[in-house]
């Protein structure tokens, strides 16, 4: 999977946006996430293997206690 960058648009001054103005703003980067979740998701499935487990939000930070006199470190 190639990730292009692109030059990201300055956000608009909310200050002067109307209510309307700022609903259409919320709906369309909305939808921009949803659909970069479906890419990540996508992605993720064409990469899974049933002989691996998948990777849970979550467990990132979460490591097994250490056992007394481990000098694993």
């Given amino acids: 999977m190639m990730l292009i960058m ?3 648009r300055p956000l608009p001054d ?24 479906a890419k990540l998701d996508a992605a993720e499935s ?3 293997r049933p002989d691996r487990p ?3 939000a979550g ?3 979460k490591t097994p206690p250490a056992k007394p006199g481990d000098d694993s470190e």
Avoid at 14 to 21: N, T
């Fill in 6 to 8: 692109t030059k990201l």
């Fill in 14 to 37: 909310l200050s002067k946006l109307s209510a309307a103005e700022k609903d259409r703003l919320i709906l369309r980067l909305h939808a921009r996430v949803r659909a970069e979740h």
């Fill in 46 to 48: 064409a990469h899974w």
């Fill in 54 to 56: 998948r990777f849970l």
């Fill in 59 to 61: 467990e990132a930070n």
